[in-house]
């Protein structure tokens, strides 16, 4: 059976969205008090101006982190646990309500497409005091897939 190898291949920005775009799954970097990194499993989106957009609670370690530092990291996934992957840095802002409200339904709206009572969603948005993190840009790796070094993936 043949080796998959590895690959990385550094995008231009519009590659990189387009990447990002279908990809809802992430695991978001933020900073604790005492400089280790604090990880969160997130879903992600794209807004309209090309940042990525997680939904939160006002009072989570992430958002309470980000307040204080604004320095992120976000590493989107593929569903498939074997697909591709990039590692995404950038500057974050915490929006809260009532300044939060209209990005949450861009938020929706970038992963789900229409919401069939948007009224309903906005009054449940409020109800749970939920804040909206936008990550601006700065930075990417590649976009990578596991598997093997290329001289070591022969069967040989």
């Known amino acids: 059976m043949a080796r998959t190898i590895a690959t990385a291949h550094h995008?231009?920005?519009?590659?990189?969205l387009d990447f990002l775009r279908p990809r809802h799954r992430g695991l978001l970097a933020t900073t604790r008090v005492d400089e280790r990194p604090q990880l969160s499993p997130v879903t992600c989106g794209v807004d309209v101006e090309g940042r990525i957009v997680v939904s939160t609670y006002h009072d989570r370690v992430k958002a309470r982190n980000l307040r204080r530092d604004e320095r992120v990291s976000i590493c989107v996934l593929s569903d498939d646990w074997n697909g591709a992957y990039v590692?995404?840095?950038?500057?974050?802002?915490?929006?809260?309500l009532p300044e939060a409200l209209e990005p949450l339904v861009e938020y929706f709206r970038c992963i789900s497409g229409e919401h069939p009572d948007w009224d309903e969603y906005r009054e449940a948005m409020r109800k749970q005091n939920k804040s909206l993190i936008r990550i601006t840009i700065e930075r990417w790796g590649p976009i990578a897939t596991g598997g093997f070094p290329a001289a070591l993936a022969s069967d040989d």
């Open 87 to 96: 590692q995404v840095d950038g500057r974050a802002e915490v929006l809260d």
């Open 11 to 16: 995008p231009e920005r519009a590659e990189l």
